[in-house]
C-alpha cells in the first residue's frame, strides 16, 4: 500500500507557473507508474499526465501539452508536474495517482492509489 499526498497548489494569475509534489510513503513510488489527474467544480476528473516507473514514457492531455511536465525522483520518493503558462480554465482539484499494472493509463479506474488533491486556482 502506498499513500499519496500532494503540495504546491495555490492561487496564481493566468501566465504564471506553479510546481506540484506527490510525496509518496509505505512503498517506494519506483514499483508505480504515476499519474496526475484534475478536477474542476461540477466535472469529470481528468487525465492531465502519465509517467512510468522508469519515466521513459510520459503522455498528456492534449490541453497540457508543452505546458506542463510531469517528472519523477524515485529516490526521493517524489513525483512532481511543472505547470507553465497557465490559463483560467487549469483551475481544479489536482490529483496524484499510483498505478501498479503496466501500460499508460488515462482513466481514473486504472490507478489504484489516490492522494487527497491540491487545490490549483488560476485568475484571469
Known amino acids: 500500500q502506498v499513500q499519496l499526498v500532494e503540495s504546491g497548489g495555490g492561487l496564481v494569475q493566468a501566465g504564471g507557473s506553479l510546481r506540484l509534489s506527490c510525496a509518496a510513503s509505505g512503498r517506494t513510488i519506483s514499483s508505480y507508474a504515476m499519474g496526475w489527474f484534475r478536477q474542476a467544480p461540477g466535472k469529470e476528473r481528468e487525465f492531465v499526465s502519465y509517467i512510468s516507473r522508469s519515466a521513459r514514457t510520459t503522455d498528456y492531455a492534449d490541453s497540457v501539452k508543452g505546458r506542463f511536465t510531469i517528472s519523477r525522483d524515485n529516490a526521493k520518493n517524489t513525483v512532481y508536474l511543472q505547470m507553465n503558462s497557465l490559463k483560467p480554465e487549469d483551475t481544479a482539484v489536482y490529483y496524484c495517482?499510483?498505478?501498479?499494472?503496466?501500460?499508460?493509463?488515462?482513466?481514473?479506474?486504472?490507478?489504484?492509489?489516490w492522494g487527497q488533491g491540491t487545490q490549483v486556482t488560476v485568475s484571469s
Open positions: 495517482a499510483a498505478r501498479s499494472r503496466l501500460g499508460v493509463s488515462i482513466i481514473p479506474s486504472g490507478y489504484e492509489y
